[in-house]
Structures are given as C-alpha cells and as structure tokens.
C-alpha cells in the first residue's frame, strides 16, 4: 500500500528488467526523487525487492518488522522488503527522498553478508554520501534509457552494494580503540606466521593477554571472518600453492598446512574448493 497526497512531487521510472537482466545482472525495479509538501506514507511486505533510499532533508519514520525508527535529513535506509516495512513523513516536516528499488541474483548474498556483520539497516554519514552520486547516476540512466543502461546500472548497483559493506566496515573499525586494533592485527599476523602450527584459541588468549570471547568477537568485527575460518582458509590457499608448484606428496602438504589429519584435510579443502585436492592438483597442472 502506498498512499501519495496531491502535494507531493515525485519523478519515479518503474523498469521492466529484460530476461538477461533477471538472470545474470543486478537491475533497478523503480527509483526515483520524492519532494513532499504534506504526508506521505508506503507499507510493503513480501515484495521481492531491496530499497535503498536517503532522506535529503525533512524528517519522517521507518518501522522495520514492528521496531520503529525516527529519521532526519542525512540519514540512509536499506532494507530486505520481503519483510514488513513501514515509512512516512513527517506531517509538520515532510521530507525529500532519492530512491531505488533493485534486485538479482547476487542480492541475497550481499544481504546475508550485510545482516551476519550486524549491519545496521540505517546509518548517517558524517561527511558528504558518496550514495547519493550513485543514485543520482541511476536516475540519469533511467532517464536517458540508453541501449546498455541495464549493464551500466548493474555496475552502479554492485557499487551501492558494495558500498553498503565497506562502509559499515569502516564504522566498525573506527569503533576500535588504536591499541586494540594493533593487537588484533599482531595477532592476525600471527597466525600468517604459525599456521603450520596447532593453535587454540586459549593459547592466544594467553599470549596476546586478552579474553578469548573478546578475542574472538572483535577478530570477526574487523576483519569481517571468524578466527577459526580465517586459520582455513590461509591453509587451504597455502596447500593449493603447494598442490600447485610443487611435487609433494598430500599427506605432506596436509602437515606442512598445520593439518596432521589427512582425511580432515580432504574433507576441508573439499568442503572449501568444491574438488579434492588431487582433482586440484591435476586440473590446474592440466595434467
């Protein structure tokens, strides 16, 4: 449901992606520019759809799954609309928006990405939104409805998607204390360097002087990835360099990754490759 009031100027293109578009692209379903003069209200659930808006000025709220939210000038908004959302302007401040509603097939993933860092779905920037280019580019290329608009705005919506995480990523990392980011990065240094070895994590509780569940939580903030699957993955990349140019037996490299479980390696570097470790060798020598 969205109810529009006569004093409200929106310049708003609704898009029809092409079948090339749904299958391979990340593509604009609507976007637009609302200018309130009086209330403006939209209620969504179960739309298979993304919006991202930004509020240019005014004021107005948002009600994400029941919770409520009051919004000002500045503020930015993503939101999953396959669940309940609510927004509206303020009555005595209505409020000036620039919209999209997009979506693809890599939107769930950005998404799962977004929600498992503990993204916040609204956020203010403290200095000039590199966002609202973005959107202002869409609009353009909606406008203009070039021949090869969908491939340049499925560029500008990985942009705006990626964005989204690199920013919240910063938030995160300026959250952090200079000596508490220092230790975090000692240790990750660390690990670059012993991952031949066993390592637990009360180990390096001890050594770096830190809570383990601190330890932990802090690791996956900054570096967006759990300790334990930050341990794998270097081992798995050192094992394919190893697979790849030298001659080895696996059960050698297996070791020499910190990995003394040869059927445990299999299973790791399949789960992470989607191939064995042979297949990987002989695939990528072309042998």
């Excluded at 705005?153 to 705006?160: G, K, P, Q």
């Amino acid at each position: 449901m969205e109810r529009v009031s006569p004093h409200i100027q929106t310049c708003r293109y609704i898009h029809t992606p092409s079948s090339f578009a749904r299958q391979s692209l990340l593509y604009v379903q609507e976007a637009g520019h609302l200018k309130s003069r009086d209330r403006h209200i939209s209620r969504r659930s179960h739309l298979e759809s993304y919006l991202f808006f930004i509020v240019l000025s005014g004021s107005g709220t948002v009600s994400i799954q029941d919770t409520h939210f009051a919004l000002r000038s500045g503020d930015h908004v993503f939101l999953d609309c396959r669940q309940p959302y609510f927004h509206e302007s303020s009555q005595d401040d209505p409020w000036e928006l620039l919209w999209v509603h997009f979506n693809g097939t890599a939107m769930d993933g950005y998404w799962k990405y977004f929600t498992g860092h503990q993204k916040s779905s609204i956020f203010h920037p403290d200095n000039a939104s590199p966002f609202q280019l973005l959107l202002e580019e869409l609009l353009t290329l909606e406008e203009t409805r070039s021949s090869n608009r969908e491939l340049l705005e499925n560029e500008l919506l990985h942009r705006l998607a990626t964005q989204l995480l690199l920013w919240q990523k910063e938030k995160d990392t300026d959250g952090h204390t200079d000596s508490t980011l220092s230790k975090l990065q000692e240790i990750r240094s660390y690990l670059d360097e012993h991952y031949t070895e066993k390592l637990s994590l009360d180990e390096l509780a001890n050594r770096f002087y830190i809570s383990k569940y601190h330890m932990s939580r802090e690791f996956k903030k900054s570096f967006g990835i759990t300790m334990g699957n930050y341990l794998t993955s270097l081992r798995i990349t050192k094992a394919k360099e190893m697979l790849r140019f030298s001659d080895l037996q696996i059960e050698t490299i297996a070791r020499n990754c910190g990995i003394e479980d040869n059927s445990y390696f299999n299973k790791v570097f399949q789960k992470a490759e989607g191939i064995t470790a042979r297949e990987y060798r002989r695939k990528w020598r072309g042998q």
